[in-house]
């Protein structure tokens, strides 16, 4: 975290639009740098509180082999910075995998920009940010392995969140403040994390109740 008022952030991605548009989209970040890949971003690296990353990355029209996906996130992670996908991939197992991979977060392209803010926000205070489809899944994996160990209230609060209800009405259901809501839902978020870094593929094929080789993407 930087002394800036606006978190610092460097945005990979192969899209000329989303490059050149994000920092207009999103004024409340700082984009200190923009890049087309990760090899790109490593040959002249810039400092930074998130890098937004592009979750499938192919290129300016080249055939040559890219890190992308888990290898682009192990990458960075390796270099010490921390990593927000940015994509339209909602498979739950795949963003599952990503966050195993180090990702400390994920935001849709079609989410509001306050949610990416938030995201970039929460990561850089060194919190998890995990979309809808995510906190399905943490609802999905505590029912079905029970070393993922949520507390009631913890439960409750991905319970309601899984099914789209809003802050203010989660905390008025539970009697407690929006911020104590918040951090029940972020404790849960973190539970998560550490589950999927401690577990094998296979592991989470077999919570998700998928068959074996139903990873498909390679580690």
């Excluded at 548009?21 to 984009?31: C, I, N, R, W, Y």
């Excluded at 079609?110 to 970039?120: G, L, N, Y």
């Excluded at 079905?144 to 949520?150: A, C, G, H, P």
């Amino acid at each position: 975290m930087t002394g800036s008022d606006r978190p610092r952030v460097v945005v990979i991605d192969d899209s000329t639009v989303i490059r050149g548009g994000f920092a207009t989209v999103h004024p409340e970040l700082e984009v200190c740098g923009a890049f087309v890949d990760v090899e790109e971003f490593e040959a002249a690296p810039v400092d930074c509180d998130v890098v937004v990353l592009d979750l499938l990355l192919r290129g300016p029209g080249s055939t040559a082999a890219i890190k992308q996906g888990r290898s682009a996130i192990r990458t960075l992670r390796d270099l010490g910075f921390a990593v927000c996908l940015y994509t339209d991939e909602r498979r739950p197992l795949v963003l599952a995998l990503c966050l195993r991979a180090g990702a400390a977060g994920v935001v849709h392209k079609s989410d509001p920009t306050e949610v990416a803010v938030s995201a970039v926000r929460d990561i850089m205070m060194g919190r998890v940010a995990i979309t809808q489809s995510l906190v399905g899944l943490t609802e999905l994996l505590d029912r079905r392995d029970i070393r993922f160990d949520l507390s009631p209230r913890q439960r409750q609060v991905i319970s309601a969140r899984a099914r789209g209800r809003h802050w203010f009405d989660i905390a008025a259901t539970l009697f407690v403040s929006e911020d104590t809501a918040r951090e029940h839902y972020q404790a849960a978020c973190q539970k998560l994390r550490t589950y999927l870094q401690h577990v094998s593929p296979g592991d989470i094929e077999r919570a998700m109740g998928l068959g074996p080789g139903d990873v498909l993407q390679e580690e």
